[in-house]
């Protein structure tokens, strides 16, 4: 059969499937590309701290489902139309509740980290309520949520989270630090306000972090000058993200090291 004049040449509908599959990607993955370093390094350090176990393996499962759903509730909260979100809220609260169920039945003491989690929850979803996500305490809130999963990590390992306590407190250092730096780079670029913070931040972290261990003096050193330095510069924000990618590589190998 013959195509009609005017008609879509048959091989347009295959090249329309690329962006279909593009956009169900971007309605069910949110473009935080920063927040996977943030999600991913306390457990892998808490991993290489403490040693593998297999309960780590549903625990990181629900980790990430549980960002991705928590997402989609402050989306839902800031927008106040929860129903446009509905879709992904389901998804992933049915991956994130069986696996966080599983730690909890094998490891009931995964539970003694739950208040802290709602409180900084709640933090959270009321910067959404206020539209101001992007708020310095709303980010440090996020910031120690990570932390505390090297604590998690430990405990459903069984092992005693003192062990863990400067893996969490060097994590917490680097990451702080970051989010100060971020900000000069992207959303505060030009603010001598937040540039002194960041600068003054990194001179503070690198002392605690050499009080913490001597080994881990060089790489918070590099960090202070890359928050002393770059924010002069035009970087694009995929620079930036690249920089970081780097830097919380260098943190994981240090502190790999020093376990």
């Not at 390094?41 to 176990?53: I, N, T």
């Not at 540039?195 to 790489?219: E, G």
């Not at 924010?231 to 376990?259: C, D, M, N, Y």
């Amino acid at each position: 059969m013959s195509a009609q004049p005017g008609a879509a040449p048959a091989t347009s509908a295959p090249a329309a499937r690329p962006t279909n599959r593009r956009r169900t990607v971007r309605r069910y993955l949110p473009p935080q590309h920063g927040a996977w370093a943030m999600l991913l390094l306390p457990f892998l350090v808490g991993v290489a701290v403490v040693g593998p176990r297999w309960l780590q393996l549903p625990l990181f499962g629900a980790w990430l489902a549980g960002y991705l759903l928590s997402y989609y509730v402050f989306q839902a909260i800031k927008s106040r139309r929860p129903r446009r979100f509905r879709a992904q809220l389901w998804v992933y609260a049915l991956i994130a509740m069986p696996l966080a169920l599983a730690v909890v039945v094998v490891r009931p003491a995964a539970l003694w980290y739950a208040p802290a989690y709602a409180v900084l929850l709640a933090v959270n979803a009321w910067y959404a309520w206020r539209r101001r996500e992007r708020a310095l305490l709303n980010d440090l809130a996020s910031v120690v949520q990570s932390c505390l999963l090297i604590f998690v990590v430990a405990t459903v390992a069984g092992v005693s989270p003192e062990q863990v306590v400067p893996a969490f407190v060097a994590v917490l250092l680097y990451l702080v630090g970051t989010v100060c730096y971020v900000k000069t780079m992207i959303r505060e670029r030009g603010s001598a306000a937040y540039l002194r913070l960041s600068i003054s931040y990194h001179l503070v972290a690198l002392v605690a972090a050499t009080l913490l261990d001597v080994l881990l003096a060089p790489i918070f050193l590099v960090l202070l000058i890359r928050a002393w330095l770059l924010p002069g510069r035009r970087l694009r924000p995929a620079q930036v993200g690249a920089i970081e990618i780097v830097s919380s590589v260098l943190v994981f190998i240090t502190l790999v090291l020093i376990s």
